[in-house]
């Protein structure tokens, strides 16, 4: 029998990673320097380009 990801993983683990990613975003756009205010924009920007996609997906 193959190895299978528990249910709850395949289930949460995208909004979970989207999640870390932003809160990762957000204090590194407080604590780090010129790196972190890159990484910043990619971080919070992550969730609302994932909204946009799925809007126009859909339309």
């Known amino acids: 029998m193959p190895s299978q990801r528990p249910q709850w993983l395949r289930v949460f683990g995208a ?7 932003s809160l990762a975003g957000l ?3 407080l ?7 890159y990484f910043s924009w990619f971080g919070v920007g992550l969730p ?5 996609w799925a809007y126009w997906r859909k339309a």
Request: charged share 10%; net charge neutral.
């Open 27 to 29: 204090l590194s756009a």
């Open 15 to 21: 909004p979970i990673m989207v999640g870390v990613l």
């Open 31 to 37: 604590l780090a320097g010129d790196l972190g205010r």
């Open 48 to 52: 609302i380009a994932i909204a946009a």
